[in-house]
């Protein structure tokens, strides 16, 4: 399977605890995204990088949410301090830059508890 | 600012009869618009979408959208429904001056047998 792949698919935390999800996108995307949906809600977008940099980020996004993408292929979304108001499906897609479409992955469903 | 509105929270249709999922649209500039659907537990997957050109535009099983300037719309529709093609139905537009995705809060589609 040649997709966008999201490691884990479901994660439970206590509030207050770091937590860590890695996307994978496909293979030749020099872009990749995050978004985030809650229950009855459209994907909210979160942040995109473009290669290696991060070109823009939510200003909803409050600052214990990071995200990086090391080497270009694969990123990472930490968030720390974890909040009940953080339990969401997160989403990551990818895309050529200049391309329209994005492909997203299954998602990581976040619930803290 | 780019939004899209999603009036419609569900859309219940025969199988075999056509469907329309309505979406409206607000934008600076061209609008770059997409459709997407959702499975449960399931990330989205892409259908069809406008940038230029023709005013209707096919996409994925079966799946078509005509867009409207002067009414600023971008409905979905399919002329014959499938108990399948149930699921949650996203419309989004590209945002200005970026490629991040803003989405509508989504409806939901029953096919009835």
């Known amino acids: 399977d040649t997709g966008v792949s999201q490691d884990p698919r479901h994660k439970i935390t206590k509030r207050g605890q770091n937590v860590t999800f890695r996307c994978d996108p496909i293979?030749?995307?020099?872009?990749l995204y995050w978004y985030r949906q809650t229950l009855g809600q459209g994907p909210e977008f979160l942040t995109y990088?473009?290669?290696?940099?991060?070109?823009?980020k939510s200003r909803l996004l409050s600052d214990r949410f990071s995200a990086e993408r090391p080497k270009g292929s694969f990123s990472t979304l930490e968030i720390q301090r974890t909040e009940q108001g953080d339990s969401a499906m997160y989403l990551c897609?990818?895309?050529?830059?200049?391309?329209?479409?994005?492909?997203f992955g299954p998602g990581t469903r976040l619930t803290v508890t | 600012a780019q939004s899209v509105a999603q009036p419609e929270d569900q859309v219940n249709v025969a199988e075999g009869n056509p469907l329309t999922v309505k979406c409206t649209y607000s934008?600076?500039?061209?609008?770059?618009l997409f459709w997407y659907v959702q499975y449960p537990n399931r990330g989205l997957q892409f259908l069809l979408k406008?940038?230029?050109?023709?005013?209707l535009v096919k996409g994925s099983y079966g799946f078509e959208a005509e867009f409207n300037k002067s009414q600023t719309s971008f409905h979905l529709k399919k002329p014959s429904a499938l108990v399948s093609d149930s699921a949650l139905y996203f419309c989004?537009?590209?945002?200005?001056?970026?490629?991040?995705?803003?989405f509508g809060t989504g409806t939901r589609l029953q096919v009835f047998p």
């Open positions: 989004a537009v590209r945002g200005y001056n970026t490629d991040k995705l803003i």
């Open positions: 406008y940038i230029t050109g023709d005013n």
């Open positions: 897609a990818s895309s050529f830059a200049g391309g329209d479409e994005q492909y």
């Open positions: 934008v600076s500039g061209n609008p770059y």
């Open positions: 293979s030749e995307h020099n872009r």
């Open positions: 990088f473009q290669n290696e940099a991060q070109l823009e």
